[in-house]
């Protein structure tokens, strides 16, 4: 994006200092791309944008567990209270991961244990990640047992900026070059959109209120969800019907462009290895 230029950078170590003091109030966003840098340029200037050795944007994938009968999507569609999402996330331009394991009990309280994990494993559960998810599922009451079923459902990828508004008043991330792969290499990309997620206070933050003057209101979107949803229609698909009607809609997808998701020479055993255009 090339509006990104007009913002002074904030280091990775402050953005996540100040991300920390702050109360969050999330929203999602689904925004044509072309509308993109018209947005971020409405935005007060005093805005500072990740960097990290000069670049601004970064390529980011997230591989998504579920078990054979879709347990943690069927959660999310209905929506129930119970519900679990795990998945690794590899940040590749350093080629660094973390298993990420989220879920929320019958109180609507949402736990989020996240952990280093060896890259060349992102793409599968190690048998002391599925020990952890099998004590994090008995939380919600779901049986640690069903741990050993879970396996590579959904691998995303995208390149995200991150902008800090004055004040640590909020943050936002701004995801672009989306795509969504399945383990055998079939999936979709949506070049056109973005997905903005915005992180404030009790106060709309400032990128709020530049997407709202745009026009653009939150959406009920899950990369992990919706991108199932989208690939396959027999799934429950009410929560998303707009969006697949939409930005997601079948007519607006292009092939994925994804390389191989290997880190180096040792690591070729992820089931998506090619790509899928």
């Known amino acids: 994006m090339t509006a ?3 913002f002074d950078p904030v280091m990775l170590e402050e953005l996540v200092a100040e991300a ?9 966003y689904v925004v044509p791309r072309a509308d993109l840098d018209a947005i971020v340029a409405a935005i007060d200037p005093r805005t500072r944008v990740l960097e990290i050795d000069g670049a601004r944007e970064f390529a980011y994938e997230s591989v998504y567990f579920d078990t054979p009968d879709l347990l943690s999507f069927r959660m999310a569609a209905q929506p129930r209270r119970r519900r679990f999402k795990l998945r690794t996330r590899s940040y590749l331009d350093t080629g660094t991961s973390y298993l990420e394991i989220k ?5 609507g309280t949402t736990v989020k244990d996240r952990g280093e994990y060896d890259p060349r494993h992102r793409d599968r559960l190690t048998d002391d990640a599925r020990d952890d998810v099998a004590d994090a599922l008995a939380t919600i009451g779901v049986a640690s047992e069903r741990a050993d079923e879970l396996d590579a459902t ?15 008043s909020g943050r936002a991330t701004v995801d ?12 979709f990309a949506l070049p ?14 400032e990128v709020d209120r530049a997407l709202w003057r745009a026009g653009h209101r939150p959406a009920t979107v899950s990369k992990y969800a919706t991108g199932l949803a989208a690939l396959h229609p027999d799934l429950p698909r009410n929560r998303w019907s707009r969006l697949l009607r939409g930005p997601f809609d079948d007519a607006r997808r292009a092939a994925p462009q994804t390389a191989s998701t290997a880190t180096n020479e040792e690591d070729s055993s992820c089931p998506v290895t090619t790509s899928a255009a």
């Open 4 to 6: 990104l230029g007009r």
């Open 20 to 28: 920390s003091l702050l109360t969050r109030v999330d929203r999602k």
């Open 103 to 107: 879920t929320r009990g019958a109180r």
């Open 154 to 168: 959904l691998m995303t990828r995208y390149r995200r900026a991150t902008l800090l508004a004055p004040g640590a």
């Open 176 to 187: 672009t070059a989306l795509e969504w792969i399945e383990p055998d290499g079939s999936g």
């Open 192 to 205: 056109e959109v973005a997905i903005v997620e915005t992180k404030s206070g009790a106060r709309p933050s």
